[in-house]
């Protein structure tokens, strides 16, 4: 079955950058897209980023936009979110889904992680 | 960008009772529309997409319905482990701009 495992948080100052990973198994992962979604301390869930299932198109939030890349390396079978110049904002738990369904479309997170948790704080 | 509301922010609701959750959407969204169940420590599990198409293995107790602007996620008799937030997510904004409701809590009355 899908699973998507992340890794990569932590606690971090505020400026600095920081990676993190989800690594896929279970399904055909260079088929599918694939969506970075985080939840902040006491608050709903947000939409990040969300890149095709070759890399070549990704989209971003306005709240994270020049800040936060989303990569994958499909011969790991690894999906990436580089941030850059966090915020004390940023702390949130982090989580990676898997699109509905495979091909060059965007639906919606049809599986998810358990997350990661980020701290940004000095 | 299409902002979504949910109300009411909280439900109480007794089990075997029926819940009733909406979702508003500030312009129609068709029926690009999930939901989502979300308990704590947990991941996000699908519930509902389409607007009322279930996804596999949830129980027929969850339905979806509405289109454009207005959705309704109707649980039809609460079992313990159905207590938890809720959300809706549209994904009809091209390009790719996803944005969900801030989340229904359900809780035991």
């Known amino acids: 079955q899908v699973e998507l495992v992340e890794s990569g948080g932590g606690v971090v100052q505020p400026g600095r950058s920081l990676r993190l990973s989800c690594a896929a198994s279970?399904?055909?992962?260079?088929?599918?897209?694939m969506h970075w979604v985080r939840q902040a301390p006491g608050q709903g869930l947000a939409w990040l980023a969300v890149?095709?299932?070759?890399?070549?198109?990704?989209y971003y939030a306005d709240s994270v936009k020049g800040r936060f890349t989303i990569s994958r390396d499909n011969s790991r079978n690894i999906l990436f979110l580089q941030m850059s110049s966090l915020r004390v904002e940023d702390t949130a738990v982090y989580y990676c889904?898997?699109?509905?369904?495979?091909?060059?479309?965007?639906?919606?997170?049809?599986?998810w992680g358990q997350g990661t948790p980020l701290t940004v704080s000095s | 960008e299409i902002v979504m509301t949910q109300s009411p922010a909280t439900l109480s609701v007794s089990p075997g009772e029926r819940a009733t959750l909406s979702c508003r959407a500030s312009?129609?969204?068709?029926?690009?529309l999930a939901w989502y169940q979300h308990k704590p420590g947990q991941a996000p599990r699908l519930l509902i997409y389409?607007?009322?198409t279930r996804a596999t293995g949830i129980p027929d107790s969850f339905s979806g319905s509405g289109s454009g602007t207005e959705f309704t996620l109707t649980i039809s008799s609460l079992q313990s482990e159905d207590f938890a937030v809720y959300y809706c997510?549209?994904?009809?904004?091209?390009?790719?701009?996803?944005?969900f409701g801030q989340g229904t809590k359900l809780e035991i009355k």
């Open positions: 889904a898997r699109d509905q369904a495979p091909g060059n479309y965007f639906f919606f997170m049809f599986s």
């Open positions: 279970g399904f055909a992962f260079n088929t599918y897209a």
């Open positions: 890149i095709s299932y070759d890399g070549t198109s990704k």
């Open positions: 312009q129609s969204v068709s029926n690009n």
């Open positions: 389409g607007a009322s």
């Open positions: 997510l549209q994904y009809h904004d091209w390009p790719p701009g996803y944005t």
